[in-house]
């Protein structure tokens, strides 16, 4: 069958990359794609609308379509797939309300006891549309700041999705009365921050975990580390994801079949439970506190990025009998992934100006992707880039990532580096700690 991608990411190139190499799948196809995608199938050029999607699927009759963008699926792609019989891996928009609505997710958590940080207070310009734990407007957020910031740690976010830009981590007051100001008054994220939620800051080490679900049965994917801060040490403003490493050594076998037995599992039958059958990728940030306590962080409808371009590297078994059986409801059959034991070290390089505004009209050429795809078992995918006339160009905020396999987490580490090292543009940068979580604990063991 021919297999549409829906997205032009390095997630979209990463799981393109994996899914190119099934003997169950004929063509690949991307929308919109990327300079990377573009070398594993065909780029087209579509209206990336549920409509616009559909109408493509239908027309070239393509067998399965595995949709990136978590706001095309909150806008109901899947629905407009599943209305049409067209098998699209992906949760439906009621389900995907789990990552569209921060309030939302934190009532549903509440809901069904799932460990998560306290919520201390949804507001919201609109007034009170049945939110759990509504206390009032942006004058009310303020003050509540103002009185209780000295005693409690917050963190603020915006409600609805943006692009990964609207957690707010404060170190002073002043900080948290910004982000409040920035969301509900100078609307820096539109609709999506008019509502804001402020919950409880947790500390310990933070992890992602990944499940492959159909509603019912759910297989898990390796464990993965995703550093969000833009400076090195975990410094700056957050990200869409500067790195990650496979397999985390955050967190150990235990913690994740508690991870799974108290928060992915109930997460699953109580999604069904409310009539919301979950579908799709369940994609969680948790955060491994202190006290080894495992709490959610916040939930995503859609693989991650940047782990899907360390978890794809590593797996050993056939993505897609996985993702076809998801979306038409069939995954008991199927044993629990395979898995590389090696390291995998995956590190963004971004433009100077990220996660900054994109400068009007940003085009720069890119050198060295050729050199470090010679390099043995390194692996370059896309995101922000195109092809032009002298050769491939960056267009984005994050640019490509190089991910590097290795049997010792220094050696991945020190592979993805020199890779790093290699790619060359105007103003690049990137991180080169990242994996210093984990090698933090594998240097206590």
């Keep these: 069958m021919d297999v549409l991608l829906v997205g032009g990411d390095a997630r979209t190139h990463a799981l393109g990359w994996k899914i190119a190499q099934s003997p169950l799948v004929g063509k690949v196809l991307f929308a919109n794609g990327n300079a990377g995608t573009e070398e594993l199938g065909e780029n087209l050029d579509i209206e990336l609308t549920p409509k616009g999607v559909a109408d493509c699927v239908e027309e070239r009759d393509i067998g399965l379509t595995v949709v990136g963008p978590e706001k095309l699926i909150c806008e109901g792609v899947i629905d407009e797939l599943n209305f049409r019989d067209l098998a ?56 509540h700041i103002n009185g209780l910031f000295d005693f409690v740690r917050m963190v603020v976010k915006a409600d609805g999705l943006c692009e990964g830009k609207g957690v707010y981590v404060p170190d002073t007051r002043q900080e948290a009365l910004e982000a409040v100001y920035a969301c509900m008054r100078d609307k820096v994220f539109g609709k999506a921050g008019e509502t804001i939620i402020l919950q409880e800051l947790l500390e310990g ?39 990650c490493v496979s397999p985390s050594l955050v967190v150990s076998d235990v913690d994740v079949a508690e991870i799974e037995e108290s928060i992915v599992l109930p997460t699953i039958s109580g999604m ?9 990728t369940l994609y969680g940030g948790f955060m491994k506190t202190q006290k080894g306590k495992k709490k959610v962080l916040e939930f995503n409808a859609r693989f991650g990025d940047p782990e899907t371009e360390v978890l794809m590297p590593r797996l050993k078994s056939d993505i897609v009998p996985y993702l076809h059986a998801a979306a038409v409801g069939s995954l008991a059959p199927l044993p629990e992934p395979e898995w590389d034991p090696r390291y995998c070290v995956y590190i963004v390089l971004a433009s100077g100006w990220y996660p900054g505004k994109k400068p009007d009209g940003y085009e720069v050429p890119i050198k060295g992707l050729d050199e470090v795809s010679r390099m043995k078992d390194t692996y ?17 905020g994050r640019v490509v990532g190089v991910a590097a396999l290795a049997d010792g987490l220094l050696d991945a580490q020190c592979m993805a580096i020199e890779a790093a090292d290699r790619i060359d543009y105007p103003r690049k940068k990137f991180r080169r700690d990242i994996g210093h979580r984990s090698m933090r604990i594998l240097q206590q063991r």
């Design 272 to 280: 069904a439970a409310e009539g919301r059958t979950y579908r799709g």
């Design 88 to 143: 699209g891996y992906g949760p439906s928009r009621m389900a995907a309300e789990l990552e569209g609505s921060k309030v939302w997710a934190a009532g549903f958590l509440q809901r069904h006891r799932v460990p998560a940080p306290i919520t201390l207070g949804v507001y919201s310009n609109g007034g009170n549309n049945g939110y759990v734990n509504y206390k009032g407007g942006m004058d009310d957020a303020i003050e």
């Design 205 to 243: 080490d933070e992890t992602s975990h990944f499940a492959i679900t159909d509603g019912k049965h759910s297989r898990r994917l390796a464990s993965s580390e995703d550093y969000k801060r833009v400076g090195e040490g975990d410094t700056g403003p957050n990200t869409g994801g500067m790195g």
């Design 380 to 396: 370059v995918f896309h995101a922000g880039t195109k092809k032009g006339k002298d050769g491939i160009y960056a267009t984005g």
